[in-house]
């Protein structure tokens, strides 16, 4: 009996980075590191519509970025893990420092 093919860690963490390549995505993201929010309030919160943020959501959900409970009749949304802003602090981080290194060099 032959096994099916396991993904390699690359190829997970490509497909994680891929979904992490959206800028909807990451202000989603930035917002569920305040506190867990139905579709609505992130919408609102974000000023997108709830269509665009329910597929952004299914995105990130696929990745197992964010999770969702039921509550009563909504859907509550959270990051699965704290570390994930911390992660994207540390690209600002790295970005912003590229960015002056940059800056520095035409000035």
Known sequence: MVNPPVHSIFEIQA?????MGNAARLKII???RERSMNVSEIAESA?????L???QLSVLRNV??????RQGNEM????????????????????????QKQSQALG
């Open 15 to 19: 497909e994680f980075c891929k979904a």
């Open 30 to 32: 930035h917002l569920l």
């Open 47 to 51: 000023g997108f519509s709830q269509s």
């Open 53 to 55: 943020v329910s597929r």
């Open 64 to 69: 197992g970025v964010v999770e969702c409970r």
């Open 76 to 99: 509550i949304y959270q990051l699965t893990d704290e570390t994930i802003g911390e992660m994207c602090d540390l690209v600002r981080k790295v970005l912003t420092a590229h960015m």
